[in-house]
């Protein structure tokens, strides 16, 4: 397939805000696109060249880009930085020089999807002496065979900064729409912009969608689920099994206020846990060998030597997956400690043995997903515990399977639960009993109750220089959360609960102004006057005293006094809130009715 036929959707689905208008271009895209080409198709959607869970990189920064820009276009290196200050997007910047150079010496060949492909994704096995001349050559042999739109989308794919808003639930239903479409009669209204289906077909068409949902979440791929549903149909996407050596998303809970709450959602009896303050461990055995994954899916074995050599002991199976949750604790008292006292060990590249001795953790076990050829996913919860704990053998503070009560009563459910913040945990999770596994899920089966108002994971946008005793460091913080494409909108600015003292002043707790800029300098784009954007790559928690209505900011709302509580190194921009979250909590707010 020609690169251009995938740039044009990409303009007309950068070109719209409605979910099902993208839908809709990705499908009759998907419907002409060969077996061949759909796991390249599938991936440039995403503007990934990797799977998700893949821990390869493309290694191309924005000043290599910056580099390839001028080898293509011939225009001057400081102009080209001066529009990118301006701009504030490389693809753009790239588009408009390209665009001012004739046709002539624009196009030497047509390009194809396999051509861009391969070439971006060469430039992660690069290395050794002339690297930074081949990756720069790699990408400007792409762009001088570009046509400006495409231009700028080779750029905006090799930094990973697609920008066109398309979201997990666009691509499943642009699946079901261009492979079982025809058969249930999908067609999408224009002018309405709705599906028009006959009502006898409702049914069957959320069966396939949630089928082609379930098959994404044992996969967390895209590709292997599109081939599947073109090749074979509902069969191959039922057919899709959960494996042991891939990180798949882990099941996540819905807020509710109370203990009663808790029983109407999950019903009674309930499996009752406490929930740790601590970060998602994902742990795969296969070949002999312990992988940990974060619940962003990124690889920290090297970092927790300790906890694989622990887990590879002491949990019995050739073969599995399971699911906990590492808590720190003081090596002297024996006291769990607060999630952003460990948190650096995610992220700790040196020196880990001696981190982890001053920092040592305990795994709490809550679930198996996989174990020995057997897919525990669909097993009922109460099963998969009983299972886990003929599993696993414990060992107080290294590995140990989550404490739970199991009751229908009120009363001693409130018991557990101040138990749990007595213990120095964040509340309790509450678990139907019977519910199945459902990766990424927040509807579930599972929800959780916290002492105070949810907390909101927030994506940094931009800041502002500071002055007097903070120049030189960013602050006021602009935050933003995810809209249904995916991308940022604005909900405030955060400028409270950073620490003033310098980076080695610091003890324990705690987020500095100074550990921020350090992060967020690199990831600057464009600058005005004192106020910078930044790329959406580091995400905090908030806690706030309200959410109201506001015009000012592009999500619609406002936090009313967000203060940043701690940063969360173990979450990516993909696991920031969505603007239907913040919705839900805004409605939720004194009874306020829809």
């Not at 994704?121 to 400006?148: F, I, N, Y």
């Not at 666009?170 to 209204?189: C, H, Q």
């Not at 580091?538 to 619609?556: A, L, M, R, W």
Request: glycine fraction near 8%; charged fraction near 30%.
């Amino acid at each position: 397939m020609d690169y251009s036929e995938l740039v044009e959707v990409y303009e007309k689905i950068e070109g719209t805000s409605k979910r099902l208008l993208k839908t809709y271009y990705i499908s009759e895209l998907l419907k002409k696109t060969s077996v061949e080409d759909l796991e390249i198709i599938m991936l440039l959607l995403q503007g990934k060249i990797f799977p998700a869970w893949d821990e390869t990189k493309i290694g191309m920064s924005d000043k290599l880009i910056l580099k390839a820009i001028n080898k293509a276009t011939g225009a001057d290196a400081k102009k080209i930085e001066s529009e990118w200050k301006k701009i504030g997007d490389l693809g753009k910047v790239t588009y408009n020089l390209t665009h001012t150079k004739s046709q002539a010496t624009l196009f030497s060949s047509k390009l194809t999807i396999k051509k861009v492909f391969d070439n971006i994704r060469k430039l992660a096995t690069l290395t050794g002496e002339g690297t930074v001349d081949k990756k720069v050559s790699l990408v400007s042999e792409l762009m001088t065979s570009a046509s400006p739109s495409e231009a700028k989308y080779i750029v905006r794919t090799v930094l990973e900064e697609l920008r066109v808003g398309v979201g997990e639930s666009s691509l499943r239903d642009a699946i079901v729409w261009a492979y079982f479409g025809e058969e249930i009669g999908v067609k999408y209204d224009f002018e309405k912009n709705d599906i028009m289906l006959d009502d006898e077909k409702r049914e069957k068409y959320k069966d396939i969608v949630d089928t082609t949902q379930r098959a994404f979440d044992l996969t967390n791929e895209f590709s292997e689920v599109a081939k599947a549903a073109k090749t074979v149909g509902i069969t191959g996407l039922l057919d899709m099994k959960l494996l042991p050596g891939k990180p798949i998303k882990v099941m996540l809970c819905q807020k509710v206020a109370s203990v009663e709450e808790g029983f109407e959602t999950v019903g009674t009896p309930a499996q009752i846990e406490y929930k740790y303050d601590g970060f998602r461990m994902q742990i795969h055995k296969i070949d002999n060998k312990i992988n940990i994954y974060t619940r962003r899916l990124e690889n920290v074995t090297a970092q927790f030597p300790e906890v694989a050599a622990t887990v590879s002991k002491h949990v019995k199976g050739e073969e599995f997956l399971i699911d906990g949750e590492a808590v720190g604790f003081d090596p002297s008292t024996s006291k769990y400690l607060p999630f952003q006292s460990v948190s650096q060990r995610i992220r700790r590249k040196y020196d880990i043995e001696e981190t982890a001795k001053d920092l040592p953790i305990e795994l709490n076990l809550f679930d198996i997903l996989y174990h020995d050829g057997k897919d525990y996913s669909e097993v009922p919860l109460n099963e998969r515990r009983e299972f886990l704990e003929k599993i696993v053998e414990q060992v107080k503070r290294k590995i140990v399977i989550a404490k739970v009560d199991y009751t229908d009563n009120v009363e001693e459910a409130r018991r557990f639960y101040e138990e749990a913040l007595k213990a120095g945990n964040e509340g309790i999770i509450m678990k139907r009993h019977d519910s199945v596994y459902k990766p990424g899920s927040r509807v579930g089966g599972w929800v959780k109750i916290k002492p105070v108002m949810e907390s909101l994971d927030v994506v940094i946008v931009g800041a502002e220089w500071g002055e007097g005793k903070r120049s030189g460091w960013l602050t006021s913080f602009t935050i933003g959360v995810l809209d249904e494409s995916g991308l940022p909108v604005e909900i405030g600015k955060v400028g409270t609960g950073i620490k003033e003292l310098d980076q080695t002043e610091l003890e324990g707790e705690g987020v500095t102004f100074e550990v921020l800029t350090n992060l967020l300098k690199p990831l600057i784009i464009s600058e005005k006057g004192k106020e910078v954007k930044v790329k959406p790559k580091i995400v905090i928690e908030v806690h706030y005293e309200e959410i109201q209505k506001s015009p000012t900011y592009s999500s619609g709302y406002a936090l009313r006094f967000p203060r940043l509580t701690r940063l969360r190194a173990d979450r990516g921009v993909d696991d920031a809130s969505t603007l239907d979250l913040v919705e839900e909590f805004y409605f939720a707010q004194r009874g306020r009715g829809n």
